[in-house]
């Protein structure tokens, strides 16, 4: 057995930092990890995500599979509307858009926290974020943005594709271009549902690339509803959604009257809904591209790392279980450097097959045009009537085999 004692900083408590701390806690050192969140309380709110291949190979290790499929969001596959609200596409759950697995960022989180929170070693500091890193051969110096200061012999920034500590462990010239914004805004909240709403993903668009969905949930008294604007091009901002997210909710909600009052559809529903949603937020898609996720003894995972759209969360937990992997390996902790390179070593290659959005992404499916949405939407029903995608499910870009780690269990 191990007798190394390794102090841990993980920054970000949503989806990758929990899932390494959990992994971490398997290996023989005697560890002690620190989870920091900005966040003055577990974060609540989340869209649907899906989990895929080997990151459902990795919750079935954490004893979790069950629960997860327990919290499935009920979500039996995906319909494409016409401008009446009449479905002409249909896609069932395992085919292009619905997952087997669904379930809300939320909920996932949850499950994840209750995983760790009952672990000796592992400690949440909440409301708390980390202002300064400073490196030694020996350990990491951080000063946290309430004043206090610690030292660690990593540091773990899983903060998301936004993160404040991703600037504190990478050089400027790696840091360069790597956020990308996609040229579209998404907002979500919980609706009231109606006994008529279908457990079908529905996606309605209209032009100038606006579109409205709403997604069932487990819990039958909500609706997700989702808002999207999306701009004609990659890396375009609208001014004025910038100046509404800027000012607040309020604001942002205000100007989501204003894009969409005329859209048709459950538009006057949705709006409603939105102005008493306790659980809105709206944010940027956008892809993080790095060409270095290590640096000493710090390192960068999920989002924060390689935010990528339709696969973030399977990336978020796959990384934080190579990672953990790696680092069961050390002897000492002054091998940490080199775990840190192993980490991306292993998972660079896993990571590239999966990194490349499909071209146009989002334009191309949330088109500016009457004419691109009618294009759109002859390709969608001829691939719902063909089932030509079937032809591809047997090479998904996720079906990675796992490294095997030699772990103790906890």
């Known amino acids: 057995m191990s007798n190394l004692e390794l102090k841990v900083l993980v920054v970000g408590a949503g989806i990758a930092g929990p899932c390494l701390a959990y992994w971490l806690s398997r290996t023989r050192h005697d560890i002690s990890i620190t989870i920091v969140e900005r966040s003055p309380s577990p974060r609540v709110t989340g869209q649907s995500i899906d989990i895929h291949g080997p990151a459902i190979e990795i919750v ?75 490196q030694t051969d020996r350990d990491v110096n951080v000063t946290f943005t309430s004043g206090s200061k610690d030292k660690f012999h990593l540091v773990v920034a899983a903060d998301g594709s936004t993160s404040k500590t991703r600037p504190l462990i990478l050089d400027e010239q790696v840091l360069k271009d790597s956020y990308n914004f996609l040229g579209q805004y998404i907002a979500f909240f919980s609706i009231p549902s109606r006994p008529d709403d279908p457990k079908h993903w529905q996606w309605y668009n209209i032009p100038k690339g606006l ?80 060409s270095k996720w290590t640096n000493g003894r ?41 775990a840190l390179e192993r980490y991306e070593e292993v998972f660079r290659p896993i990571y590239a097959k999966m990194e490349d959005l499909p071209p146009g992404f989002p334009q191309i499916a949330f088109p500016q045009t009457a004419w691109g949405l009618r294009l759109r939407d002859s390709a969608l029903w001829f691939v719902s009537k063909t089932k030509i995608y079937k032809l591809f499910q047997g090479e998904s870009e996720t079906n990675w085999k796992l490294p095997s780690y030699d772990w103790v269990g906890i």
Not at 91 to 116: H, M, P, Q, V, Y
């Open 60 to 134: 079935k290790g954490m004893n979790l599979e069950e629960a997860i499929r327990s919290r499935h969001t009920t979500e039996e596959g995906t319909r494409i509307l016409k401008p009446s609200g009449k479905y002409f596409a249909q896609f069932n759950a395992g085919d292009a858009f619905t997952s087997s697995i669904e379930i809300l960022r939320a909920d996932l989180s949850e499950l994840f926290l209750k995983a760790t929170e009952g672990l000796g070693n592992i400690r949440y500091m909440y409301g708390d974020s980390v202002k300064s890193l400073e």
């Open 211 to 290: 579109s409205i969905m709403l997604r069932p949930h487990r819990n039958p008294s909500t609706m997700g509803t989702y808002l999207c604007i999306t701009m004609p091009a990659r890396g375009k901002r609208d001014p004025a959604v910038e100046e509404a997210l800027e000012n607040g909710t309020e604001d942002t909600k205000r100007m989501l009257h204003n894009y969409f009052e005329n859209a048709g559809w459950e538009a006057k529903r949705v709006l409603e809904g939105m102005d008493d949603a306790e659980d809105f937020y709206m944010s940027r898609a956008a892809q993080v591209k790095l």
């Open 298 to 338: 710090a390192a960068v995972v999920g989002d924060a790392a390689f935010a990528t759209f339709g696969v973030g969360t399977d990336l978020a937990i796959e990384s934080a279980y190579v990672l953990a992997g790696e680092l069961s390996k050390i002897r000492s902790s002054n091998d940490i450097p080199q």
